[in-house]
């Protein structure tokens, strides 16, 4: 029974080896997560933002960076983690994602790491099923576990695309 155990693990991890590349890291409180390194624009520390009415708090404004106007979302709070004062280490990703520029506040940036085939899992299943449509997997690097985002799905309708302007 258990070599049946660890065969199916191995064929579900296989499915997940799409994922591997390289990620940009990030802290958002204890947790550890990795966007793919292909939609990060840059990385710059915080400045002015210019709030904009009638959006969720979450929603942060917008930055004027190098003449363009970038909307801007503070991931913890999206993500209903406690909100934090801001410190030296917080920062701004800008990402250029398809047809979407945005950027999100994170607590610190880590690393870029190269994760390999076999070093992601799916994501966690609650209930029986996956509630968290915007984790792509797991991986284990060095001895912890990084969450793989779907930035844009993280986001979701609300979010970056919301108060995305045309390039």
Known sequence: MEEQTTIKETNTSARYNHLAGKYLTFSLGEEEFGINIGI???IIKLMDITHIPQTPDYIKGVINLRERVIPVTDLRMKFGMPKEAY???TCIIVLDMPGV?????????SEVVDIKPGEIEPPPAFDGKTEVANIQGMAKVKGKVIIL???LAAL???GI???SLEK
């Open 40 to 42: 990060v624009k840059e």
């Open 149 to 151: 985002l779907d930035i």
């Open 87 to 89: 410190t030296h280490e």
């Open 156 to 158: 979701g309708s609300d």
């Open 101 to 109: 520029t945005g950027g999100i506040i994170i607590d610190s940036v």
């Open 161 to 163: 695309s919301r108060v």
